[in-house]
């Protein structure tokens, strides 16, 4: 699904969305395809973005079952291919759009990379490290601060992943054949 634009008839700008909104949402939309990758591949369906001034520099999705990697979220995959195309291990004016909440090894990842933000979709009350479990990131005495939005999209990213987990489920209730 596209953000929405304005159409045809004229709206008060007070109406329309926040112009980081709309670049949000559509950043967020590239995650969710990569999300749609992972799923497609029997991994839970994570995806990611990273972003530098308003351009899509790395994308990545959740690969840990099938390249038998416990550190192949999708965030680290992003991470790493966006510091393999600049040639940085350090990302600093870089955005990284995720379609969950980041669990404690990703959030430390992207504050070790300098990301300057971070946006997720859908919160993880389970590891998640932006709020749900620990907030990571709220910790003042740590030596880089990025900023977190969360909830953007956040019902398609938790839709997909109950989807999921219900497929998942539904299978293996099924009876051998």
Partial sequence: MKPRTAGP?????????APGLVADQGFMQLALEQARLAWAQGEVPVGAVVVKDGEVIAVGYNQPIGSHDPTAHAEIVALRAAADKLGNYRLPGCELYVTLEPCIMCSGAMMHARLARVVYGAPDPKTGACGSVLDLFGHATLNHHTTVAGGIMANEAGSMLKAFFAQRRAAARMPPR
């Fill in 9 to 17: 008839r004229s709206l008060n700008p007070e109406q329309l969305p």
